[in-house]
């Protein structure tokens, strides 16, 4: 009986030994077959382009942003409360035109004050020229006296010009862009009154590639196509800068007429430079940066696997962008799909590009 027993046992044993490895090894498959589908289902999806050589016309756009001609800000030149406002923003002013006044009881005092300080200077010297033609005041006493004169002489030139800078005058003609102060207000030498802005011209404002700055010269013609009229008009280089500034841009300001006050500073507008044409130029379009084009990032496939890579760009020719380095014709970019993308990501390319991986 304890024989029997003992082999029931063992029997048993055996039994939960076997199903303990079928569920092990059914596990295991399982793990293999979710590890799989995870895998399938990290890829993500994206378009990519081919980096090739393309023949490039020469042309290219900049965008850029209006600044008025001349900006500035009229101010007081002495310290005061504000009496009068005479214009208002928007109203179009002369250069020498009076824009505000400010109270001038102190400066009227000062005026006066001074002027009866000469006076009594003027009448002191008269008595010591008197008395040291007799001997009644020494030579030193004397000129003592023609030195208070000069004295209270400077000051009153002194209240005179203050009392003119009562009137505050604009520096330049053009329209008031903003109003600073109000009537009553208190302000110091120097507070600006009112902002005047010329928008008479217009300087167009962009930022060169290195690749293309050097083709660039003062005077050269360029059209440029307001964002908010779409109609071309005819501007002139007036500045290239002489230094980049810092990422290989040069900043250049091309001048247009605008005596019809047909713009407004702050606008945005396309410049675009006919440049002689190039062969062989290796680009890629504008939708295959990571963020902006000034970021220089792109995402590169290579074995079904995204890789973010960083070139170095040249001229933008608006649609298609140069690639001085970083990239070599035959690659391929992404060019949709990369707001799920990060460094290193399986990718499944789903246009005809993928034929090519």
Known sequence: MKKKTIITIVALVGIAVVFFLILQNNKTNNEEELSIVARENTEVAVNTTVVQSEKIDGMFTVNGTFRPDTRAQIS??????????????????????VVAKLTGDKT????????????????????????????????????????QVENARAQHQSAQLNFGDTNVKSKISGIVNEKMVEVGMIVAPGNPIVEVVD?????????????LVSQLKVNDSVQIVPSVTKDTITGSITFIAPASNGALKFPVEITVDNSENTLRAGMYATAIFNQKGQNDVLVIPREAFVGSVNDNQVFIVRDKTAYLTKIRTGINYGGKVQVIDGLSEGDVV????????????AVEVINETSDKQ
């Open 334 to 345: 992404v060019t949709s799909g990369q707001i799920n993308l990060t460094d290193a990501t």
């Open 76 to 97: 007081a030149e002495m310290g005061g409360q504000i009496a009068t406002i005479h214009v208002k923003e928007g109203d179009e002013v002369k250069k020498g035109q």
């Open 108 to 147: 009227n005092v000062n005026l006066v004050n001074a002027k009866a300080t000469l006076d009594n200077a003027i009448s002191n010297l008269n008595r010591y020229e008197a008395a040291f033609k007799t001997g009644g005041v020494t030579e030193t006493q004397l000129d003592q006296a023609r030195l």
């Open 199 to 211: 928008i008479s011209s217009l300087d167009l404002k962009v930022e060169v590639d290195e690749a």
